[in-house]
């Protein structure tokens, strides 16, 4: 008996413990992937988390930038990695649930290629028209837009993101012909949109709200199930008469499938605690993030439930990557 309790002893020192800053893990540093060029919202994210994970575990862990198909190679990268918990990713709704129905072609699996840690964070998008626009209201946007079929333009920060798809489907629940007009982000379309030559935009809160404060851009309603902690005031699309309505940009913390439980788990209450720092909060809040921390379970539960629904709008509209 007391070898098997000796032998049950040394396993349990292998094994991960109650949170990832005991145990085996991590013996050497996690990378956390990340889609995108620095500086963006989700690298923003992803180095406030790794620099509180580097605090709790006495191991670094590092961000590294795969830049390119927006976020999709990112993604891959992560998707192939070895299922050992040393590479994570910062993926977004834009690989998990709107590029699967754009690509043709498409190196991973949203479902089965990762394993769920956390929903990070969500990003209101807010409907905003000119300040010179004689439109002073979201019903006086549908009236304006109803009488003049077709004369009236959107402009989005690429095809697939949360904006295009946000004002697709805001054209089908209220059965509108508005014209797209793509960007390169969001930061290349705000000219156009400052001047008029475009109608309206679903821009990022982060980039609309000083614009609205400084008077240049009018505000309507922001495109998340709840208001955002940026922009209180601001009702949501579903609060004004779009029920169901929800249009964001969201970023989830990933592994790679076959990752062991015990590791998800501890990197899930590490995550947590991470986003629970008040100073964390407060800095991804003020650039428009509003942060969820969501369970694993939660995060699967969104992936599986938006795959479709976005899926149908997208093909719906003949949405393709290279639009």
């Excluded at 923003?44 to 670094?60: D, H, K, V």
């Excluded at 190196?107 to 990070?120: M, R």
């Excluded at 626009?133 to 946007?141: N, Q, T």
């Excluded at 009236?152 to 949360?162: K, V």
């Amino acid at each position: 008996m007391r070898v098997i309790c000796t032998l049950l002893g040394a396993l349990s020192v292998l094994l991960p413990g109650d949170t990832l800053g005991q145990g085996a893990y991590p013996e050497k540093p996690v990378r956390i992937v990340v889609g995108f060029p620095p500086g963006v919202a989700p690298d923003i994210a992803a180095r406030a988390l790794a620099e509180r994970l580097t605090e709790a575990w006495g191991r670094p862990a590092v961000v590294e930038n795969v830049s390119g198909a927006a976020g999709n190679i990112g993604a891959e990268r992560v998707a192939r990695a070895a299922p050992d918990g040393y590479t994570l990713g910062m993926v977004g709704n834009g690989s998990l649930i709107f590029s699967p129905a754009m690509y043709d072609k498409l190196g991973f699996d949203p479902i089965k290629d990762f394993a769920p840690i956390s929903q990070i964070f969500v990003a209101a998008n807010a409907l905003v028209v000119p300040a010179a626009s004689p439109i002073k209201s979201l019903p006086e946007l549908v009236a304006a837009a109803r009488a003049q079929p077709g004369e009236l333009s959107y402009a989005h920060a690429g095809a697939g993101t949360s904006q295009h798809l946000g004002a697709e489907l805001f054209k089908s629940m209220a059965r509108l012909d508005i014209q797209p007009i793509a960007y390169r982000g969001t930061t290349a379309l705000l000219p156009d949109l400052l001047a008029g030559r475009v109608s309206m935009s679903f821009a990022n809160v982060a980039n609309a709200l000083a614009l609205v404060r400084e008077g240049k851009l009018r505000a309507f309603a922001v495109t998340s199930s709840k208001r955002s902690a940026s922009a209180p005031d601001l009702p949501t699309m579903a609060e004004s008469g779009y029920p169901g309505f929800e249009a964001v940009p969201w970023f989830g913390l990933m592994a790679p499938h076959g990752t062991p439980a015990a590791i998800i788990d501890g990197l899930h209450r590490d995550a947590v605690k991470a986003l629970g720092a008040p100073e964390t909060r407060k800095k991804l809040g003020d650039l428009g993030m509003d942060v969820i921390a969501g369970t694993p379970a939660e995060l699967a539960a969104t992936i599986e439930r938006e795959l479709p629904q976005w899926g149908a709008l997208i093909r719906a509209a003949g949405i393709k990557a290279a639009d």
